[in-house]
């Protein structure tokens, strides 16, 4: 029975693998898309979508039948739920892609300007996030996944400096407005990817050392909000 079970968890890693690999593809081909202006490309990642969708069907079923038929415990069932909640957050990423696919589409339909921020920074922190974090999964590599984390700040960072420059070149271009507004979308969509990618490192660390640091931060969140505040009353 245990060699079966460890013969199910090691396909199971396989087709996650596989789906993370098909929606790290969508994401670099949809930025793709947005800086070359093309459209083409833009379309057939919509139509890979459905693809992805079904991946994730498929994953959650072989989730599913190895609780059902091989009962886990301990390290075993909670590698199995895991899954289920990061090939739930790979379908949303696939998602993501579709929609910075779409905008890359009414982008080429208008006429070019430059993009304010540097989207080519923000597409690979935000991708190497989510490669590290499924690297950190199969490997059971905490530090890794830690690392992840912590990476999480500089893309949020680029976001907000991003929200900035577009508000700049918006009130230099007025007329420009949809178009600005658009890019300010897919900044925020890859703030989102980065946001998944610390998800799964998130349950890594929990799977294997029992830690639930995502309360942690938002009570160092909350700690260092508080301190900024009574900074200035005094």
Do not use: W
Not at 22 to 34: C, G, I, L, T
């Amino acid at each position: 029975m245990a060699m079966h079970l460890q013969r199910e968890i090691e396909k199971l890693k396989k087709k996650i693998l596989s789906l993370s690999a098909v929606v790290e593809e969508s994401v670099n081909r949809a930025v793709q898309a947005v800086i070359d202006r093309d459209s083409r490309l833009a379309s057939q990642i919509v139509k890979n979508d459905e693809i992805i969708d079904q991946m994730e069907v498929d994953v959650e079923e072989e989730c599913l039948k190895i609780l059902a038929l091989y009962q886990p415990v301990a390290t075993d069932l909670r590698f199995v739920i895991a899954i289920m909640k990061i090939n739930n957050d790979l379908e949303r990423v696939g998602d993501i892609a579709n929609n910075i696919a779409q905008r890359a589409v009414s982008l080429s339909r208008q006429e070019k300007m430059p993009i304010p921020f540097d989207i080519f920074k923000m597409a690979e922190r935000a991708q190497s996030m989510l490669r590290s974090s499924l690297d950190s999964l199969v490997n059971m590599d905490t530090n890794l996944a830690r690392g992840v984390s912590a990476a999480d700040d500089e893309v949020d960072e680029i976001n907000r400096q991003a929200f900035v420059k577009i508000q700049e070149a918006i009130q230099k271009n007025p007329e420009r407005v949809d178009y600005l507004i658009q890019l300010l979308s897919i900044s925020r969509y890859l703030e989102r990817i980065a946001d998944y990618a610390t998800n799964v490192a998130e349950d890594v660390i929990y799977m294997t050392q029992g830690q639930i640091i995502r309360h942690k931060k938002d009570a160092q969140e909350t700690a260092k909000i508080k301190e900024i505040r009574k900074t200035a009353e005094i």
